[in-house]
């Protein structure tokens, strides 16, 4: 920690931010004085926000006499002031609760991680997930239907399921699909959808023997990439920017309204974060200038080792980071678990 921040000043920040996250008002040294013990008088909490503000730390608005924490004040609170706040064994229940009974398909894990990350912090939440062609092949298997019709099922390591019905062409049975299946699998399986895509599919066709039984297999796997060309990126709580002091001028809210509609530049701003851990980006620190004002939390989820995507909570610099971060945290381990739940 940098050497001009004795231990005083550090309780006096603390007791500070502490006190403008819980009630969005300035902090003045009286309330200070009162509210927390701190061993001091008033006046010495007065020379130390000031000293505080000069070191930039503390910045002082004209319309009160009080100070707010500067991007500068609040990560020195991230970096090594707020205490450890676990997400506690109701809260864990709770979540697991939620996703049992909302989560029947791989597409819902990650509508509902947002909504619960949205919900518990009360600020705008982002999933983005997997791309699926960066997902590896797991297996295709086909489901009987009818005399004439299969269900094809296609399943990446990711978990991602994509699935059309076919019609079994003249002359060929439910057991010709069967030995196709296993002759995919046993080609296919480990190699991205990327890859498969320019992967010599020539030993397969030479196994198969059949053309149209061979262009059938290659029907869902074309879909699967076609429909995985882009990361799909979830959003929640939008409209808990309304509830935020900060957010209560409305031209503000409509900006920033208009940059979460911009999914490409929100997409860049989580793969600008995407890495090991959870990171913490605060107000001046934002590149976006429309960010400027805005703090984001982003953690990085995988599975066996792999990449996925990245969960994140976008909120005003005056956030709970405590209660955000462990939540990213506990939610970046559990997603992990629950995407487990649909492989075979």
Same mark, same amino acid.
């Given at each position: 920690m940098p050497e001009q921040i004795d231990e005083r000043k550090q309780r006096v920040l603390k007791a500070i931010i502490d006190d403008y996250i819980e009630t969005a008002e300035p902090v003045g040294s009286r309330t200070l004085a009162r509210k927390h013990d701190l061993g001091v008088s008033p006046a010495t909490i007065r020379n130390e926000m000031a000293d505080l503000e000069m070191l930039g /730390?503390?910045?002082h608005l004209h319309t009160s006499s009080g100070r707010v924490p500067s991007s500068k004040g609040y990560r020195f609170y991230v970096d090594g002031l707020i205490p450890p706040q676990p997400v506690s064994a109701e809260e864990k229940a709770r979540i697991d609760r939620w996703y049992q009974s909302r989560v029947k398909r791989i597409e819902e894990v990650f509508?509902?991680?947002a909504h619960i990350i949205s919900q518990v912090t009360k600020n705008v939440s982002l999933v983005l997930a997997p791309q699926v062609t960066q997902a590896k092949f797991r297996c295709l298997q086909f489901l009987p239907l009818d005399d004439r019709?299969? *269900?094809?099922v296609l399943m990446t390591d990711a978990g991602f399921i994509e699935n059309k019905i076919l019609e079994m062409p003249d002359g060929s049975v439910f057991e010709d699909f069967q030995r196709m299946a296993k002759v995919i699998n046993a080609n296919l399986a480990g190699h991205s959808l990327q890859t498969i895509e320019h992967h010599s599919l020539a030993q397969i066709q030479d196994e198969i023997q059949d053309q149209l039984l061979y262009e059938s297999a290659l029907e869902i796997i074309q879909r699967a990439l076609d429909s995985g060309k882009h990361e799909r990126l979830y959003l929640g709580g939008t409209t808990q920017l309304l509830s935020q002091p900060e957010f209560h001028d409305v031209e503000k809210v409509k900006e920033m309204l208009l940059m979460l509609e911009e999914e490409e530049l929100m997409k860049d701003i989580l793969h600008a974060h995407m890495g090991d851990g959870l990171e913490v980006t605060i107000g001046q620190e934002n590149e976006n200038q429309h960010f400027k004002d805005s703090?984001?939390?982003?953690a990085t989820y995988h599975l066996d080792g792999e990449l996925?995507?990245? *969960?994140a909570v976008l909120g005003p610099t005056?956030?709970? /980071?405590a209660k955000a971060m462990s939540l990213l945290e506990y939610m970046n381990t559990n997603l992990t678990d629950v995407i487990k739940r649909f492989h075979w």
């Open positions: /730390y503390l910045e509508q509902e991680t019709r299969v *269900i094809t703090s984001i939390i982003t996925l995507g990245t *969960i005056r956030m709970e /980071y």
